[in-house]
């Protein structure tokens, strides 16, 4: 074979000897990115030179780092590819020349590149509503085409405008959404090899953060120590974080703040008035960032921050009080002094302040924003003391008071007269008010008191009363006694009167209730009690012909009734009053003859009902329940039970238990305007009474402010009143025109509207208007109302019952009889008392014969009734009549059941008296209960012809002493 070879070889030389050729091993070749290849060029011939070309037609030099080209020997070269590139692809040419000759091959060489992903970021973020540029670059050889895909499935631009597969393979997502976030997969595809491959990239969505205050405007007080909390709820993609910022600056946890984890919650320690403002809460993530205002007001509690006492002189024409304070809302500002308030009234502003003004003109207010000034005019000594400032907002007040100091000349007070007797000491106060201190003497006839030889007056002196002692030994002691105080700012002087004191007037009975053994007596206080307090009352009594047997009874404010006990049956008494004060005991009044009643039979029983009276207390919701024994059965009573109950309900209060020397029950904490029932029941060994009852009405809920001076009506309701009063009187004088004279309103609209004169004639109506006013009325008489004015408390039943060994001498609740009862809503209790708010006069009157009066006017003093819950006015004397006629006394008793007698006793009839009770013509009196516990009778019209106490005639000519009268 290889002689075969050689010789095949030396025919092919000897053929070429006269040309050259090239041959290059391989011709083509293919070469993946970064592989490293060499090609062979065999040359036949002899050639000089061998050369390899790049496909760009420049000659490969040996330099070259990446293709280098190396001669073997003289026939053969060496091409070599190192770390191929994509660049080096194409056509190289391996050239040969010898002489003139020349000769070349060629090899293709292509370059075969595997896909690669170049930049491909995973995750790739972008903002929620930005266009999404997803990136994926790939190269390769043959260029790869991309595929993309989204949760296994493949996008389909033409389905869905919002995604696009870019020129450079890049997916493009416009408006990009939080539900667009996910994996997506950039797959690479080369169709002439079919090589695949792809990558996954993760793509986060961030969203901008939304952020919202739980409460927008925040509300702190100052100056209290205490924090307050704002807060804010931030949402986004990625979490955000919160921050706080005040008047632009980052607020971080200290002293002063203090933030929680998350940064959602501020916590502003001390709150003070510059914390105030508006906060900023700002929320941050990679989508950006939003922020949201808080605001914090801070209200600042009333505080006077100005305030100082004043000096002033009496008679000076004015002194100013200044308060100012501070606060937010600004405070108003008030003033008081004692019981008398001074208010801006509603808050002043820089351009319209406010004024108060008093109605005498002699105090103003004046505010003006945050400062308030008190003026007072004309200084009396009466300014002198504290006046409070008091400055008020929503949020709190403060109130300071002020001294203000008025330096006036002494004035004295105190009682001009005093009474004593010989031997009894007697104190004369001189009670003295000045300012500075006054220094104060005695004098009696223009010398000094007391002297060095007197003995029998002395002086005792405190800071603000100097009290003259004087011992009587005479009747020179008593007379005139001066006074006389100084100071700086002047002198004032008084005289004072020591009164030789004498022994009181008899009291005078006027009502006398007899019964089997005992007998009750209503009087009336002595028309003069001497000049000092009456001690005591003696009461004497006898059988006729026999001695007088008698008891003293300590006098009482409210005592009028007593009860004389231990009196024998059906036997005539006679009984008489005295009363005693410090001079001596007083004359006896005239004695009133009495019988008592027969014996009763005495067999142990069941007690009677007591006769229940009621009177309410002070705050009106309470009520005071006083009770009178009767009959005890024969047995002592063991003790008393209470109950009572409001009429709407069924059910009782808890039974009250009462011991048997109870006489009254206080039943508090009543509703206001409600109607109650009372039921007491007097328990012996034998058993119950039948149950007094008693019902009334609590009075209506006060609406006036606690502690308000006066209880007046408003100036509006005073107003409205006169306008009433001012248009009645004029409707009075157009009627009496229109009927007498023929002129006036209603004459105009008589003849203009209705075509009549008027009634009567006009000469007849002349005459009669002439006769009318030309008639001597001298002798006319003079119809006159009483009205009442003062009220006073009942507390007594209008028919005391016998009382037995158990029963007190005195009432529980003694009251005075008046000596004119009027007409009230009083009602016996035998077994059941009703006290409601309207009652009859007629009906329900006590007894209607009554002991005449005296010269004098009888004192005021309560109307003894049953039941009667409001208070009673006294009603006074109408006229004097001490030069009218007297009228006969009435000597006969009343009766028990508290009703008047029948017919007058036979003689001449005697004129009503300004003392009777009411008859059963008087009209009604309604009484109303009122806020103030008092009892205001409404006016009621009354005819001439009555014969009711409330209406007398008298002669024109009898003189008018009472000022309160009023006339019909």
């Known amino acids: 074979m290889l002689q075969i070879r050689n010789i095949l070889w030396g025919f092919f030389y000897i053929a070429c000897a006269a040309a050259i050729q090239v041959q290059v091993t391989p011709t083509h070749r293919e070469i993946s990115v970064g592989e490293s290849k060499f090609f062979l060029c065999e040359v036949v011939g002899d050639a000089k030179d061998i050369d390899w070309f790049a496909p760009n037609g420049e000659k490969i030099l040996p330099n070259n780092p990446n293709i280098q080209v190396s001669r073997n020997d003289e026939t053969t070269s060496t091409l070599t590819i190192y770390h191929a590139d994509v660049d080096d692809a194409g056509i190289y040419k391996c050239v040969a020349k010898s002489g003139d000759k020349e000769a070349q091959a060629t090899v293709q060489v292509k370059i075969f590149q595997k896909i690669t992903f170049k930049n491909v970021p995973s995750p790739q973020e972008f903002n929620e509503g930005d266009d999404a540029d997803i990136v994926c670059d790939v190269v390769g050889s043959p260029v790869p085409f991309i595929i993309w895909k989204h949760k296994g499935a493949r996008i389909q631009a033409n389905k869905d405008v919002r995604f696009n597969v870019m020129a450079n393979g890049h997916l493009m997502i416009r408006g990009i959404k939080k539900t667009d976030e996910g994996s997506y997969n950039c797959e690479a595809r080369v169709m002439e090899t079919g090589e695949i491959n792809f990558k996954t990239i993760n793509v986060v969505v961030n969203v901008l953060p939304t952020i919202r205050a739980r409460q927008s405007e925040v509300n702190a007080t100052a100056d209290m120590g205490g924090s307050i909390l704002l807060a804010c709820d931030a949402d986004g993609f990625p979490e955000p974080i919160v921050t706080w910022a005040y008047n632009n600056v980052i607020l971080e946890s200290g002293d002063k703040y203090s933030l929680n984890e998350d940064g959602s919650e501020l916590v502003i320690k001390d709150v003070i008035k510059v914390d105030e403002g508006d906060y900023t809460c700002i929320a941050r993530n990679k989508a950006g960032e939003m922020s949201k205002e808080v605001s914090l007001n801070v209200f600042v509690q009333a505080k006077i921050t100005y305030l100082n006492n004043q000096t002033a002189t009496e008679f000076d024409e004015e002194v100013t009080l200044t308060c100012e304070a501070s606060g937010d809302p600004t405070p108003s500002i008030s003033w008081s002094f004692q019981n008398r308030m001074f208010s801006e009234g509603e808050q002043a502003s820089w351009t319209r302040p406010d004024q108060y003004e008093s109605h005498d003109r002699n105090i103003v207010v004046r505010s003006h924003a945050r400062v308030s000034s008190l003026l007072l005019k004309n200084v009396d000594f009466t300014y002198a003391g504290l006046y409070l400032c008091t400055a008020s907002n929503s949020i709190g007040q403060d109130n300071q008071p002020v001294y203000l100091e008025v330096r006036y000349a002494p004035k004295i007070l105190g009682e001009v007269t005093v009474y004593t007797w010989e031997g009894n000491p007697a104190n004369i106060s001189c009670e003295v008010e000045a300012h500075p201190g006054a220094s104060v003497t005695w004098f009696r006839d223009g010398l000094l008191v007391p002297s060095v030889n007197t003995s029998n007056v002395k002086i005792y002196n405190t800071p603000s009363v100097s009290y003259l002692e004087v011992s009587p030994e005479s009747q020179s002691d008593f007379g005139s006694y001066n006074c006389t105080a100084t100071n700086v700012m002047g002198t004032e002087s008084k005289e004072f009167l020591l009164i030789q004191a004498e022994v009181p007037s008899s009291p005078e009975i006027q009502r006398l209730e007899p019964f089997s053994s005992s007998a009750v007596v209503e009087f009336d206080e002595p028309a003069s009690f001497g000049g000092v307090p009456i001690i005591k009352y003696r009461v004497q009594w006898r059988v006729d012909g026999q001695d007088w047997t008698g008891r003293d009874y300590a006098a009482a404010e409210d005592l009028t009734r007593i009860t004389i006990v231990g009196l024998t049956p059906d036997t005539s008494y006679e009984v008489k009053m005295a009363a005693i004060n410090g001079k001596g005991e007083g004359e006896s009044g005239a004695a009133v003859k009495f019988k008592t009643g027969p014996i009763r039979l005495s067999f142990k029983r069941e007690p009677s009902a007591p006769k229940l009276e009621a009177m309410v207390q002070n705050q009106g919701n309470a009520l005071k329940v006083n009770w009178i024994k009767q009959d005890d059965g024969g047995s002592p009573i063991k003790h008393y039970l209470v109950r009572y109950k409001a009429k709407h309900v069924s059910d009782w209060k808890p039974e009250i238990r009462m011991p048997h020397s109870s006489e009254y029950v206080v039943l508090s904490g009543l509703d206001w305007n409600t109607e109650y029932e009372v039921r007491i029941v007097a328990v012996n060994q034998k058993g119950k009474s039948e149950p007094g009852v008693l019902s009334f009405r609590t009075a209506t809920e006060p609406t006036t402010m606690p502690g308000a001076s006066g209880s ?150 309560p109307t003894a009734g049953s039941g009667a819950v409001e208070s009673q006015p006294d009603v006074g004397p109408l006229v004097d009549l001490s030069d009218a006629p007297k009228a006969d006394p009435v000597k006969e008793p009343v009766r028990a059941n508290g009703e008047g007698p029948q017919k007058q006793r036979e003689g001449p009839e005697r004129p009503p008296s300004p003392v009777d009770g009411p008859t059963e013509d008087a009209p009604h009196a309604i009484t109303h209960p009122q806020n103030d516990g008092k009892t205001v009778k409404d006016d009621v019209k009354t005819e001439a012809n009555n014969t009711a106490a409330e209406v007398k005639t008298v002669p024109n000519e009898a003189p008018q002493t009472n000022g309160n009268e009023s006339k019909a």
């Open 712 to 861: 007046g009506l408003s100036t509006g309701a005073i107003v409205g009143i006169l306008i009433v009063v001012f248009f009645v009187l004029l409707v009075a004088v157009d009627v009496t025109c229109y009927f007498l004279n023929k002129c006036g309103l209603l004459m105009c609209i008589a003849i203009n509207f209705c075509g009549k004169a008027g009634p009567g004639a006009k000469s007849k109506d002349i005459e009669e208007g002439k006769a009318a006013f030309t008639k001597d009325e001298s002798k006319e008489p003079i119809v006159e109302v009483r009205t009442e004015e003062e009220p006073t408390q009942n507390q007594e039943g209008v028919g005391p019952t016998e009382p037995n060994e158990t029963t007190p001498l005195t009432g529980p609740e003694p009251a005075a009889a008046d000596a004119t009862p009027p007409a009230v809503n009083i009602l016996p209790s035998n077994a059941t008392n009703s006290v409601v708010e309207n009652f009859s006069a007629a009906q329900n009157s006590p007894a209607q014969a009554p002991i005449p009066a005296k010269d004098h006017p009888p004192k005021s003093s």
